[in-house]
């Protein structure tokens, strides 16, 4: 299948720093990618839905100036998370579809532990 | 809205069997799937469904049912490395994926 590579795994910060998460397909190209929070024992909340060359689609309640996306080409989203604070502490996952098709499934990157302390 | 619903966890015993349910309620419908979610870790992708029937696959089985908005999937001879997360998705007429909240399994010996 398709490979969704993501980057860091694991990373911790100090409160008020920035953190930036790279997701990359490796072998299809992305027009579309997606990202994902996710906290302890839930499911996966979508944040936004991240369009190469355009502004990303961010879902009601989370805010575009914290959380911004970048996807600067069909390969590579990036989110950075701005002055980050412990309540931003959560697994982000991207993922990816290599087409638009119902039977399209989603690829996963390995997802990134982000702990701010 | 839109809604899929699935129970919050289940706990089963090694080597029997378990089956997971799965209802929706979305705008259209093109396709379920399912995937399996290890704490810590990515989603991985189990199957898809798009018309009616049971789907097998090894020891893992997806039924779909449309005019119920209703699947399931089916786990045999289950070890203990099938103790995750299994999360259902349906894509609606948009092709977006709209992901269920996710049954934990719990395998016990």
């Known amino acids: 299948g398709a490979v969704v590579s993501q980057h860091p795994s694991r990373v911790i910060c100090k409160s008020g720093t920035s953190v930036k998460i790279e997701c990359r397909s490796l072998d299809f190209q992305a027009t579309t990618m997606f990202w994902y929070r996710q906290f302890p024992k839930q499911s996966l909340m979508l944040m936004a839905t991240?369009?190469?060359?355009?502004?990303?689609?961010?879902e009601q309640g989370v805010e575009k100036d914290k959380f911004l996306i970048n996807h600067a080409s069909l390969t590579l989203s990036t989110l950075t998370v701005t002055s980050a604070h412990p309540e931003d502490s959560s697994f982000y996952i991207c993922?990816?579809?290599?087409?638009?098709?119902?039977?399209?499934?989603?690829?996963f990157g390995q997802g990134t532990r982000l702990t701010v302390v | 809205g839109q809604n899929i619903d699935q129970p919050t966890e289940m706990t089963a015993t090694e080597g029997a069997i378990v089956q997971i349910n799965c209802t929706y309620q979305?705008?259209?419908?093109?396709?379920l799937f399912w995937y399996q979610q290890h704490a810590g870790e990515a989603p991985t992708f189990l199957s898809y469904n798009v018309l009616d029937g049971l789907e097998e696959k090894g020891r893992f089985s997806s039924f779909l049912s449309r005019s119920k908005g209703y699947s399931y999937l089916l786990l045999k001879e289950l070890q203990m490395k099938d103790s995750a997360s299994y999360l259902c998705?349906?894509?609606?007429?948009?092709?977006?994926?709209?992901w269920g909240a996710g049954t934990k399994l719990i395998i016990k010996p």
């Open positions: 991240s369009n190469e060359g355009s502004k990303a689609t961010y």
């Open positions: 998705a349906v894509v609606d007429s948009n092709y977006q994926l709209i």
């Open positions: 979305t705008s259209g419908f093109n396709g």
């Open positions: 993922s990816a579809r290599t087409g638009d098709g119902g039977d399209t499934e989603a690829f």
